[in-house]
């Protein structure tokens, strides 16, 4: 008989969100989270280590702890964030003509 606490043993499930990495852009450590959010240090521990995912409540609280736009910001990335910020609101042809550019100005390199 296979025991339930070994069958997933070692095995971290993925995270959806990147609250661990905005907080260390930012210099907070998880009891600074926890103080600007409102939240206990458990919970706090369950978003960075787990990957729990925080329930509405706590999403405008960490929006504004980070100084982020918006919730979809904490599911980016810190270093995509702004990127994703640039080519927002932007034209198909805008987007395009970016991308075009950036290809020209950083070509990959090839092995």
């Known amino acids: 008989m296979v025991q339930r606490d070994t069958i997933h043993a070692g095995k971290?499930?993925?995270?959806l969100h990147y609250i661990r990495e905005w907080a260390e852009k930012r210099g907070m450590t998880q009891a600074?989270?926890?103080?600007?959010?409102?939240?206990?240090?458990?919970?706090?521990?369950?978003w960075f280590n787990e990957g729990v995912?925080?329930?509405e409540r706590y999403l405008s609280a960490l929006v504004e702890?980070?100084?982020?736009?918006?919730?979809?910001?904490?599911?980016?990335?810190p270093d995509e964030d702004w990127l994703a910020r640039f080519f927002a609101d932007?034209?198909?042809?805008e987007r395009g003509r970016m991308i075009?550019?950036?290809e020209a100005a950083f070509p990959r390199r090839r092995a």
Not at 65 to 77: M, Q, Y
Not at 90 to 93: N, P, V
């Open 32 to 46: 600074d989270v926890a103080r600007k959010t409102g939240a206990d240090k458990g919970l706090v521990s369950r």
């Open 65 to 77: 702890a980070f100084h982020l736009d918006e919730p979809v910001a904490l599911f980016r990335h």
């Open 100 to 102: 075009t550019a950036l």
């Open 90 to 93: 932007r034209s198909e042809d």
């Open 53 to 55: 995912v925080p329930g």
């Open 12 to 15: 971290t499930p993925p995270r």
